[in-house]
């Protein structure tokens, strides 16, 4: 497959259709991961927070949202669509955030993630650390709990 090029726009409240396209598409309703649309216009709302567009031939392909008080950031959400994983969209959008959170002198960037996510790899090879672990932490469609893993990459 022939690599494309990815281009990364800043998004705003105007753009939650496309981000609950994205999560509706990305995240298994099984292990609860998705947010609302109301959630998301909620947090979008917040100071400190910034929501980067990936798209691939003009076509969202996926998006993450940071947000960040003092000098801390924490990434809140990273989703790409199935059908553009592995090709570096993921990679791209993390690096956008961690650059401008560095830029914006953030000293700590913080995330959770399932356990058993296949994005862990992204985030250890991109200098996250697991620090910590909160049980039960996501609720899936049919009520079962499964953990979470906090992350620290020191910026």
Same mark, same amino acid.
């Not at 400190?48 to 998006?63: H, K, M, N, Q, W």
């Not at 039960?136 to 620290?152: I, K, P, Q, S, V």
């Given at each position: 497959?022939?690599?494309?090029?990815?281009?990364?726009?800043?998004?705003?409240?105007?753009?939650? *259709?496309?981000?609950?396209?994205?999560?509706?598409?990305?995240?298994?309703?099984?292990?609860? $991961?998705?947010?609302?649309?109301?959630?998301?216009?909620?947090?979008?709302?917040?100071?400190?927070?910034?929501?980067?567009?990936?798209?691939?031939? $003009?076509?969202?392909?996926?998006?993450?949202?940071?947000?960040?008080?003092?000098?801390? *950031? $924490?990434?809140?959400?990273?989703?790409?669509?199935?059908?553009? !994983?592995?090709?570096?969209?993921?990679?791209?959008?993390? !690096?956008?955030?961690?650059?401008?959170?560095?830029? *914006?002198?953030?000293?700590?960037?913080?995330?959770?993630? !399932?356990?058993?996510?296949? *994005?862990?790899?992204?985030?250890?090879?991109?200098?996250?650390?697991?620090?910590?672990?909160?049980?039960?932490?996501? !609720?899936?469609?049919?009520? $079962?709990?499964?953990?979470?893993?906090?992350?620290?990459?020191?910026?």
């Amino acid at each position: 497959m022939a690599t494309r090029a990815v281009s990364l726009r800043t998004g705003d409240a105007r753009d939650v *259709a496309t981000v609950d396209a994205l999560m509706s598409a990305a995240f298994d309703p099984r292990f609860g $991961e998705a947010w609302t649309r109301n959630q998301c216009l909620g947090v979008l709302a917040m100071p400190g927070v910034r929501l980067t567009i990936a798209s691939v031939d $003009e076509v969202p392909a996926g998006f993450a949202m940071v947000r960040s008080v003092a000098d801390e *950031a $924490e990434l809140l959400l990273l989703a790409v669509a199935p059908s553009y !994983r592995r090709q570096g969209i993921g990679a791209a959008l993390l !690096r956008a955030v961690i650059a401008e959170a560095q830029g *914006a002198g953030i000293a700590d960037m913080h995330l959770e993630v !399932r356990a058993g996510n296949a *994005a862990v790899q992204l985030y250890e090879a991109n200098g996250f650390s697991k620090v910590g672990e909160r049980r039960g932490y996501y !609720r899936g469609r049919g009520g $079962e709990a499964f953990d979470a893993h906090t992350y620290l990459r020191n910026l």
